[in-house]
């Protein structure tokens, strides 16, 4: 069986998640194709297949053009299927035009899955699958279903129409995409995001080398992760005598940078709050593992890997209830969970955390640690994916 995955890059560095998808995949005798806008050099897990470059240049564009439609005649069965379908949308023919070009790649490829690694890039490709002879799968990730829609209403109508099955990495993200329409007669899947817990170094002791009480957060500088509410619950904490670092591990826009910045000043949190920007995932986990806890202030949370790396790694961890964090994180046994924009909650609940004995901590830490290890292991992710395509 055959799967093209269609993703906007190559997977980086942080993007673990499909990495250990196509390795799996591979293992269990698929064989998989990356179709992508971009790629790196260095990927060689699965041939990559590149979308055809949109130019400033006219001439360029013209002999560009040009060449992918001489190219399609060779895949004209699949062409002729899917200018057919647009016109059964009611499609115009300027606007079928671009789209074949835009979509020229993929309409080229003989596979038995069609699977875009996330919601929106399914979108202008809505047909694709059903043109080329294969199923069409979509992933459901947090921007999918939790902002995109926000601006673009009803933006998933055609995709719901034509998927064969869906893929969710939580459970709340598939209700609320029934809420955007999707049918809940489609066959779909949770697959939760996994961690390599043997790459993981595990927090030895709740002892810092500085005694101020180590609390550190995994996120980028953006308005959703609720790192406003987190400084402010950084105030309070300080207001009530803890004596504590807070470090931010993420990058942001030089507007995200400066709204924070001015809200630690007003705080008057300037020799507790720290900024270490985008770090590679090594060095990103060689910090954690100097923290006592880990807090994750979000609004809204597709599911969220560093939690999970977070309780691998032993961290007591302090979330909200945002999204997919309250199936991340089981309440009062591998972590707490509080009610998302509520900054003296998130405070009172670090303090009583602090105040724990130590046994409590070590109870808590194992049963977090369990928990990943049992559930979130890389080998029951790649076992699943290789289930969902058997399955339909």
């Known amino acids: 069986m055959k799967i093209g995955l269609v993703l906007s890059s190559t997977p980086g560095y942080s993007e673990t998640f499909f990495t250990s998808k196509i390795k799996g995949l ?34 360029f564009q013209v002999i560009s053009v040009a060449l992918v439609f001489l190219k399609l ?26 789209k074949i070009y835009l979509n020229s790649h993929l309409l080229s490829q003989k596979v038995d899955w069609l699977h875009f690694g996330f919601t929106t ?18 992933s459901f990730r947090g921007f999918d279903i939790n902002v995109y829609p926000v601006k673009h209403h009803n933006c998933y109508d055609l995709v719901w129409k034509h998927v064969n099955k869906v893929h969710s ?39 810092t080398d500085s005694n101020k009480f180590q609390i550190f957060t995994v996120a980028r500088l953006n308005w959703i992760k609720g790192l406003d509410l987190a400084l402010d619950a950084m105030k309070i904490l300080k ?48 910090k954690l593992s100097s923290a006592d806890i880990y807090l994750q202030p979000s609004i809204q949370e597709g599911f969220c890997n560093a939690v999970l790396e977070a309780q691998a790694m032993g961290l007591l961890c302090v979330v909200t209830n945002a999204g997919a964090l309250k199936e991340n994180i089981i309440h009062d046994k591998t972590g707490w969970v509080v009610p998302k924009r509520h900054p003296r909650l998130l405070a009172k609940k670090i303090i009583e955390v602090v105040q724990l004995p130590t046994e409590k901590k070590e109870q808590f830490r194992l049963q977090a640690i369990n928990r990943v290890q049992a559930d979130f292991n890389i080998k029951k992710q790649q076992d699943a994916f290789a289930q969902f395509y058997r399955d339909i």
């Open 26 to 59: 591979l293992e269990n005798g698929f064989s998989v194709v990356l179709i992508t806008q971009t790629a790196q050099t260095d990927f060689e897990l699965c041939p990559v297949v590149k979308a055809p470059k949109n130019y400033k240049n006219s001439f």
């Open 121 to 138: 890039q399914a979108l202008e490709s809505e047909l694709i699958a059903k043109a080329i002879g294969a199923k069409m799968a979509v």
């Open 239 to 286: 207001e009530e005598g803890l004596d504590f670092e807070y470090h931010i591990i993420g990058s942001g826009t030089p507007t995200e940078i400066e709204r924070y910045t001015f809200q630690i000043h007003q705080n008057k949190i300037q020799n507790q709050v720290f900024f270490h920007g985008k770090l590679s995932h090594k060095s990103t986990l060689k």
């Open 169 to 207: 990495i939580s459970n709340g993200l598939l209700q609320k995409a029934y809420g955007l329409g999707l049918s809940e007669n489609i066959s779909y899947s949770i697959i939760t995001p996994a961690v390599n817990v043997l790459k993981l170094n595990k927090r030895r002791n709740f002892k």
């Open 73 to 98: 005649l060779f895949h004209f069965r699949a062409l002729s299927r899917y200018i057919k379908l647009e016109q059964q949308e009611h499609t115009s023919v300027g606007r079928i035009f671009k």
